[in-house]
């Protein structure tokens, strides 16, 4: 049975009593902690899954995983601001060298950057480490001309969309895609 997708959830409240029993006998238990902020993510309930990722970050930084669900947390119930600030800490040391995609995880707080605090210049620096890594990732392209565009440096943005072209012409997947939203934004037919 998959409890996850069903929408019989008494599988989730005995595993939600089971781990705050578990809680109960060690404080300390990270990874009660941690499968309890599952449980309450897939109840539905925001402010508890949100105090026992915090927790369990609190007994173990260094796992990756309760800042990508606590991000996801934030993002779900449109909480831009926390998402941004969870999202920036995985992009730091250590963290960042546990984090399974990190270029998209840079993308994120690139986005963040630009779209909640019009700060261009970290936001554009975000875009450049990813490519100085993964030089074939046309999303970062396409972020970068929009930038560009948005400041009117439209010659950067017509250097990045060339590049964005070439990729496309390469059959790099959804260059193609990304190309036409360039164009779209810089009025080419």
């Known amino acids: 049975m998959d ?10 409240y005995q595993a939600e009593e089971l781990l705050i029993n578990a809680i109960n006998l060690n404080p300390e238990y990270y ?7 599952e449980v309450y993510y897939y109840l539905h309930k925001k402010d508890e899954t949100i ?40 992009t730091k040391p250590p963290l960042c060298f546990f984090d399974p995609e990190p270029d998209y995880t840079l993308l994120r707080l690139g986005n963040y950057y630009i ?20 030089p074939d990732f046309p999303d970062v392209y396409h972020n970068l001309i929009q930038a560009y ?9 017509y250097e990045y969309y060339y590049l ?19 164009e779209i934004l810089l009025g080419i037919n």
């Open 3 to 12: 409890v996850w997708n069903t929408d019989d959830k008494s599988p989730l």
């Open 31 to 37: 990874e009660a902690y941690y499968q309890l902020g």
């Open 51 to 90: 105090h026992v990722l915090l927790k369990a970050i609190g007994i173990n930084p260094m796992k990756i995983e309760p800042y990508q669900l606590l991000s996801t947390t934030y993002s779900l119930y449109g909480d831009r601001y926390n998402n941004f600030y969870v999202t920036r800490e995985m």
């Open 115 to 134: 779209w909640l605090f019009d700060d261009y210049e970290h936001g554009i620096n975000c875009y450049l480490q990813i490519l100085s890594r993964s």
């Open 149 to 157: 565009y948005d400041l009117e440096y439209y010659d950067l943005a």
């Open 164 to 182: 964005l072209k070439e990729l496309s012409n390469r059959g790099i997947e959804n260059a193609e895609f990304y190309l036409g939203l360039s």
